[in-house]
C-alpha cells in the first residue's frame, strides 16, 4: 500500500504562487497514475490535474488550465502542483491521489493523501 504525504501549502495573496508536493512511500508509484483534487468548504471534492505514470500526459480543470502544472519524478517518488496566478476562489484543502488510470473522478483513485490547506487572500 502506498501512502501519500502533501506539504506545501500556506496563505498567499492573490496572484502569488505556491508549489505543493506529494510524497509517496510504501511502494513505488511509479506505474501509478497521480491525480490532485481539492475541497473547499460547504463543496464537494472537485478535480484539479492529473498525470500519467511516466509524466507524458496531463490534464488539466477548466479553471485552472493554464496557471496550474502537475508534474512528478518517479526517482523521488514525489508529485508536484505549481500553482501561479492564484485566486481566491482557489482556495480549499488539496487532496493528491494516486491510482491505475489518470481521470477526472475521483473515485477511480485507490489511495489519498491527508490533504493540505491552501488559502489565498484577496
Known amino acids: 500500500q502506498v501512502q501519500l504525504v502533501e506539504s506545501g501549502g500556506g496563505l498567499v495573496q492573490a496572484g502569488g504562487s505556491l508549489r505543493l508536493s506529494c510524497a509517496a512511500s510504501?511502494?513505488?508509484?511509479?506505474?501509478?497514475?497521480m491525480g490532485w483534487f481539492r475541497q473547499a468548504p460547504g463543496k464537494e471534492r472537485e478535480f484539479v490535474a492529473a498525470?500519467?505514470?511516466?509524466?507524458?500526459?496531463?490534464y488539466y480543470a477548466r479553471a485552472v488550465k493554464g496557471r496550474f502544472t502537475i508534474s512528478r519524478d518517479n526517482a523521488k517518488n514525489t508529485e508536484y502542483l505549481q500553482m501561479n496566478s492564484l485566486k481566491p476562489e482557489d482556495t480549499a484543502v488539496y487532496y493528491c491521489?494516486?491510482?491505475?488510470?489518470?481521470?477526472?473522478?475521483?473515485?477511480?483513485?485507490?489511495?489519498w493523501g491527508q490533504g493540505t490547506q491552501v488559502t489565498v487572500s484577496s
Open positions: 498525470i500519467d505514470w511516466s509524466g507524458g500526459n496531463t
Open positions: 510504501g511502494r513505488t508509484f511509479s506505474g501509478d497514475a
Open positions: 491521489a494516486g491510482g491505475s488510470i489518470e481521470t477526472y473522478d475521483s473515485g477511480k483513485y485507490a489511495y
